[in-house]
């Protein structure tokens, strides 16, 4: 049991690293497996008019961080939003959706409003009714699964740098993970704009992540070559 536990200790930084290759593969077949299947369905989409009956406000924690001059504090706060409950028929029977948005309008640009009574359209699945297609589910597990494949490389390429150019460990450590992560993350990006499933993830990853990442880059490089 000693020698087991000195073996773990010894190899701690291994065990984690495989423990999250493990995890990174698990994702992304899950994330596949029901992207395929929510593509499937989507084969057999038929749009239906649902009646919105109920609309209910509800509260969700929110964290906010601020600076006191001291260091940053943390505050909670109860932040709105709505539950909206509708209910459509297909094929002479009822059933019933409900989905969550932060605000009332609607955002196509028409000026209405969510109101009890009011009409929208939903797609839904023919060969399975009650099932509404309202997102691919398995576009957060792809997310994280590329942003942990990320770290994997960065620690990959940090044990290669380690072992063939001791030296450059400073860069290593604080230039170009940054780099690898812009790269990884505007390509990831743009594929997800690219195959149009993921909503607005492609989008933030391509012009919200990437620069930043870039900014951070450019930065610590500028700062190397001063050092």
Known sequence: ??????????NKG????????????????KGTMLSAKYN??????VSVIA?????????RTEEISFDTGDGVEFQEYEEPYYEI??????????????????YLYINDESGDFYSTGKTIPILIDSTNPGYVLDGNPGISYHIISYVLAGILLIILIYFIIYKIYPAKMGKALFVYPWFL?????????????????????????????TP???????????ISKKN
């Open 181 to 209: 992560a812009a790269t990884i993350t505007c390509i990831f990006g743009i594929k997800m704009i690219i195959t149009n499933k993921t909503g607005v993830a492609g989008y933030l990853l391509t012009f919200l992540l």
């Open 1 to 10: 049991m000693k020698k087991l536990k000195e073996i773990i200790l010894n």
């Open 85 to 102: 409950k509708t209910t459509y028929e297909y094929n002479n029977q009822m059933y019933n959706y409900s989905f969550d948005s932060d």
């Open 51 to 59: 009646t919105i009956t109920a609309i209910q406000e509800k509260t």
């Open 212 to 222: 930043v990442y870039i900014a951070v880059w450019l930065l610590f490089s500028r």
């Open 14 to 29: 291994k065990i984690i690293s495989f423990a999250v290759a493990i995890l990174t593969v698990f994702l992304f077949i």
């Open 40 to 45: 499937a369905r989507l084969q057999n989409k």
